[in-house]
């Protein structure tokens, strides 16, 4: 037997995690090399001493253990300001059930907590170099949304009056249309770009943790909450923008809560009876038919008129064909260089299969489509049988896709003379006649193709 105990302290002693044991009248019994190199406290200074002469009730898990007999499971812990811990700690029993003491396990994450927070001191210092080089470049971050239709610069053009504001900004839009880019950009391209924008999928996030993850609570206000509380995710975007995305798919009973922010500009934490003042621009987001909602009494009509003070919609990729080219370019040439191989060329056939699908997906069905064709494709052109195959195979086109490709020679001639006239007047800033001139045709002649093709209104 008591070579048995030579052997647990040999093993607990080679063990890396501080390790503490004491006995029921709070004596330390065990304190291993690892626990000195934690509290930088030897052996022979705290052993057989009791721990409360060291310590504080809150500094050390064990106190807990021995006053509530419950065990302590991957918690994390501050016994010192200098210190970060994951500790487990569990009660001693006797073989009468009976409390002999405690045992506490205690990981040191010092280092990787201050890695994190170097980390986002790191975060926040990129985010401010690239202020500045938006600044001093030609470059915007309005450049991330790649495209020169008239759908999509009508759209960035009101962006770009919201960003001036304050004004709480709803962005309208299908999935994968950039709702968010467009909402990064308008926080970069504000006065509150040097603060932190923080994104929230509502959609993403379980009915049981809504108020606690965007609204936070104070410490002890329920089993599992952190001592000294936790910033939800509204306090954290103080200074800055939140931005909540799906916001159709937020609780009614969260929709008062935030509506109530909205209005007082005031935020409560769970198990808070006075309240913060918080500074918060909102930006909100949803592909769902709000006013629908509305109607079906899922969705506050008060928060709608709320949110809605400057509307914006991102068009879907099927209203700006004319931006297909540049982003398929943009796309291929970002995954070719990812994984470090040849741009394939994209066949005219191939092409013009691209400009006739409907895109459910819109802009991120076609990044993807276009990382299949790097990843897959092994040849140095793309067909358009290639672009068949990417393509859904429950997709009703297949077959008439073929069949149109045959006739599509007019609608594509028409297609390119309209790109071109966009192109031009917005080269020309809307002046039709030096347009008209660069374009060769008299103003009449360009009037009525404005009209015909409906741009420019």
């Known amino acids: ?32 090399d690892a626990a000195v190199q934690t509290y930088n406290i030897d052996r022979s200074t ?72 170097n980390l986002e001191t790191t975060s926040a210092e990129l985010d401010e170099l690239r202020q500045k080089v938006y600044r001093n470049t030609d470059e915007t971050p309005f450049s991330k949304l790649v495209g020169n239709s008239l759908p999509l610069q009508q759209t960035i053009r009101i962006a ?18 950039g709702k968010e880019v467009c909402a990064r950009a308008i926080h970069e391209t504000s006065d509150r770009s040097t603060g932190p924008f923080i994104p929230v999928n509502c959609g993403a996030i379980p009915s049981a943790l809504f108020e606690s993850e965007l609204f936070g ?36 009973e969260m929709q008062v809560k935030l509506l109530r922010v ?16 918080i500074n918060v621009r909102f930006i909100a987001a949803t592909n ?38 540049e982003l398929s370019d943009m796309f291929l040439k970002q995954f070719a260089l990812k994984y470090q191989v ?27 489509i276009m990382e299949r064709i790097i990843i897959l494709t092994e040849k140095a052109q793309v067909t358009k049988k290639d672009i068949l195959s990417y393509l859904p195979t429950n997709y009703a086109g297949h077959n008439h896709l073929e069949k149109k490709a045959v006739n599509s ?27 008209a001139t660069r374009l060769g045709i008299s103003r009449v002649t360009l009037y009525n193709k404005i009209k015909k093709y409906g741009i420019w209104k």
């Open 1 to 32: 037997m008591l070579h048995n105990q030579y052997y647990l302290e040999a093993l607990l002693d080679a063990e890396d995690d501080a390790i503490t044991i004491v006995d029921s009248n709070m004596k330390v019994v065990f304190w291993n």
């Open 46 to 117: 705290i052993l057989h001493k009791p721990i409360n002469d060291f310590f504080h009730n809150d500094d050390l898990m064990v106190f807990k253990v021995l006053d509530t007999i419950q065990p302590v499971k991957n918690t994390y812990h501050r016994p010192r300001k200098d210190k970060h811990v994951v500790v487990n700690a569990v009660p001693i029993m006797n073989n009468e059930g009976q409390l002999i003491g405690a045992l506490s396990i205690e990981r040191d994450i010092t280092q990787i907590v201050k890695l994190n927070n």
């Open 160 to 177: 770009r009056k919201a960003a001036k504001s304050d004004a709480t900004t709803l962005i309208l839009g299908e999935s994968g249309t």
């Open 217 to 252: 609570y104070e410490g002890g206000s329920f089993t599992g909450a952190e001592k000294n509380g936790k910033a939800g995710k509204i306090e954290v975007a103080d200074g800055g923008t939140l931005f909540l995305d799906e916001i159709g798919e937020l609780p009614l």
């Open 262 to 277: 909205l209005q007082e500009n005031n935020l409560y934490r769970i198990g808070d009876s006075k309240g913060r003042m």
């Open 288 to 325: 769902h038919n709000l006013e629908q909602l509305m109607e079906e009494k899922k969705f506050r009509s008060d928060l709608f008129y709320r949110l809605n003070v400057i509307q914006l919609t991102m068009p879907p990729l099927r209203e700006r064909l004319d931006d297909i080219n």
């Open 342 to 368: 040849p741009i394939p060329e994209m066949k005219r056939e191939a092409f013009d299969l691209l400009l006739q699908y409907n895109w459910p997906g819109n802009i991120r069905e076609l990044r993807n």
């Open 409 to 435: 020679l007019p609608q594509e001639k028409e297609d390119i003379e309209k790109q071109l006239i966009v192109k031009t007047l917005q080269e020309t800033n809307g002046n039709k006649s030096e347009a």
